[in-house]
């Protein structure tokens, strides 16, 4: 009970917090609609909510062990409780920017205390890739049901309307709920870190730690795998709306299909590994992304967006393009879990700091390039250009496996 306890917190504050962190593509959406900002305008979201997950990880990973993942836990998700009670009630842009400030800064507590706690339970390689896989599948559940929570207040009916914003309060509710859960479990702290001596002794150790070149390949490979998925993820919303013409709250519900393929994918992949080598898989997984955006973007330009009122009237286009997240899903878990099981316990922390600072990187450049990109050249262009990243991850894999075998 005890561990079944431990693993339905740490999941449940993974879904409160995929709504929230992903919820960036809706509310950019409804900002530009909402407070009459341009593209480039609205992309600065990505960065207060990445940038203050790199800033703040990277200096707080190696002393959260020593506070103890139980109590970071709550103080990120007390943190996020505020935000959202106080967002509906300002109702302007610069609230929104320092929504997803403290939505950043209380991520990188919650991500470095759930992946440290998935190597606390997990006694082996098989049990940590099961683990982790199951727990970023829950984020993906949680990324879907949150596009379908915020397209219920976008009022299509009143241009300009901020009703969207009292999404905010029953978001509230359940991250409450959740500090009840991880409250009652009993999580416990690293007994490493607890006889650890000097205050930096972890920063410093994740500082080395990032100049070896199985580290150097590893990050790289990470970072551009976050540029890719949240420069689609991000903008996908506006892509629905501007290029193919389906109103804003189709345009929402509709990229939910891009999340669900992403919690699929990953739900999935745990079984596919069982039988293919992780490295063959991801291989195949980066060469049918490109086939889909090779294959499926022409096919916008003759997509016909009259008369369109639901989810059912979008045209067949819009439910393929978000297919390519079944494809993407596994490359982030699995590449994050061969790290991990490749290192020593007590480094998982530091490990974590890396992954979680270079993530936000790779979010933040994704999502501002793309949001250029759109404005500059349109969605199309846009999203073709995520084909170099990908080929890019080819060439990166190909070393990190070189790498982890030289370790092995």
């Excluded at 302007?92 to 929504?99: E, Q, T």
């Excluded at 049901?145 to 300009?160: A, D, H, I, Q, R």
């Excluded at 650890?196 to 070149?213: C, E, L, N, T, W």
């Excluded at 290192?343 to 700091?353: D, I, P, V």
Aim: net charge neutral; hydrophobic share 55%; glycine share 8%.
């Amino acid at each position: 009970m005890s561990r079944l306890l431990t693993i339905s917190a740490i999941a449940a504050s993974y879904f409160v917090f995929a709504i929230l962190l992903n919820s960036v593509g809706t509310v950019i959406l409804q900002s530009i609609d909402s407070f009459g900002i341009s593209k480039p305008e609205a992309s600065i979201l990505e960065g207060f909510k990445d940038l203050s997950i790199a800033f703040f990880s990277f200096f707080v990973a190696s002393i959260i062990p020593r506070i103890g993942y139980k109590v970071t836990l709550l103080i990120g998700l007390s943190i996020v409780t505020l935000a959202c009670l106080v967002t509906p009630l300002v109702a302007n842009f610069m609230v929104v920017k320092l929504l997803f400030a403290c939505i950043g800064i209380s991520f990188a507590l919650v991500k470095v205390s759930v992946y440290s706690i998935v190597g606390m339970l997990s006694p082996s390689v098989k049990a940590h890739s099961s683990l982790l896989n199951t727990i970023e599948g829950i984020f993906m559940l949680g990324s879907l049901s949150g596009y379908w929570l915020f397209s219920f207040y976008v009022n299509t009916e009143v241009p300009g309307s901020v009703d969207w914003l009292d999404v905010y309060y029953p978001l509230a509710g359940m991250i409450l709920l959740t500090l009840v859960i991880v409250a009652c479990s009993s999580i416990s702290k690293d007994e490493h870190y607890q006889t650890q001596k000097g205050i930096f002794s972890g920063f410093i150790a994740m500082v080395k730690m990032s100049y070896q070149p199985l580290v150097l390949v590893f990050v790289l490979s990470i970072f551009l795998y976050v540029l890719i998925e949240q420069g689609v993820g991000t903008w996908l919303p506006t892509f629905n709306n501007e290029v193919l013409g389906l109103p804003n709250n189709v345009s929402v519900q509709i990229t939910s299909i891009f999340a669900a393929a992403l919690a699929i994918g990953r739900l999935l992949a745990g079984q596919v590994l069982k039988v293919i080598n992780w490295y063959t898989f991801l291989n195949i997984c980066l060469s049918a992304m490109g086939l889909i955006i090779i294959i499926l973007l022409p096919m916008a330009e003759y997509s016909n967006s009259q008369g369109i009122s639901s989810v059912l009237d979008a045209p067949l286009v819009a439910y393929l393009l978000p297919l390519i997240g079944l494809m993407m899903a596994p490359i982030y878990p699995v590449l994050n879990s061969v790290m991990l099981s490749s290192l020593e316990q007590s480094k998982h922390a530091a490990m974590t700091g890396l992954i979680v600072v270079f993530s936000a990187l790779g979010g933040t450049t994704g999502s501002v390039i793309t949001g250029f990109t759109f404005q500059a050249f349109g969605g199309q262009t846009a999203f073709y250009l995520s084909l170099i990243p990908m080929g890019l991850i080819l060439i990166c894999l190909y070393f990190f496996q070189k790498a982890t075998q030289k370790q092995a």
